[in-house]
Every structure is written in C-alpha cells, then in structure tokens.
C-alpha cells in the first residue's frame, strides 16, 4: 500500500512558476513509477509528467515540455513537479500517482493522492 500527498499547489500569474510536491509512505520511491496528472472542469484527467523507478527516465507531454521538471528525492521519498512559464490553461487539480508501470495512460497506476489546485490567471 503507497500513500500519497501532494502540497504546493495556489494561485499564479500567467508566466510564474510553482513546485508541486508528493510525499509518499508505504514504499520506497526510488522502487516505484511515478506521474504527475491534471483534470480541470469538465474535462479528463490527462497526463503531465512520469519518473521510472531507477534510473529515474522522465517523460513529459507535448504541452508542458521544456516548462515543467519532474524529479525525486530518494532520501525524503518525495516527487517534485517544476512548473516554470506558467499559462492559464495550466490551471486544473494536479495529482501524484504511483503504479507499476510509466505510462500516460492514469489507469495504468495504481495509488493516487488527493490533488492540489493550481490556478493561473491571466
């Protein structure tokens, strides 16, 4: 069993930036897959950023690549997410996700934590 939680999450101007973190307890990170996902209103939950268990490769999507980070701290057993340039259409509950496996797809995990809103305004 993995527990997560994330914090970092608040309000931005468009083009400021924010660190996202996710605590986890119950299993050690640096064994576990890891993703980062966001649902704004009306929409589905689509995917942000993942970290494979050692070696840590990361993978992003098209819209956030070269602007956010995803990285993790095996000694504190936390992910982080960098959001740098932020734009308004990032604005959505953004939630950590651990699994077996990276994928995009959030099926594919398995333990999730409660989210943290990010809003951006314009």
């Known amino acids: 069993q993995v527990q997560l939680v994330e914090s970092g999450g608040g309000l931005v101007q468009a083009g400021g930036s924010l660190r996202l973190s996710c605590a986890a307890s119950g299993r050690t990170l640096s064994n576990i897959n890891m993703g980062w996902f966001r649902q704004a209103p009306g929409k589905e939950r689509e995917f942000v950023a993942a970290i494979s268990r050692s070696p840590g490769s990361t993978y992003y999507a098209d819209s956030v690549k070269g602007r956010f980070t995803i990285s993790r701290d095996n000694g504190k057993n936390t992910v982080y997410l960098q959001m740098n340039s932020l734009k308004p259409e990032d604005t959505a509950v953004y939630y950590c996700?651990?699994?077996?496996?990276?994928?995009?797809?959030?099926?594919?995990?398995?333990?999730w934590g409660q989210g943290t809103q990010v809003t951006v305004s314009s």
């Open positions: 996700a651990a699994g077996r496996m990276v994928a995009a797809n959030p099926y594919k995990y398995d333990y």
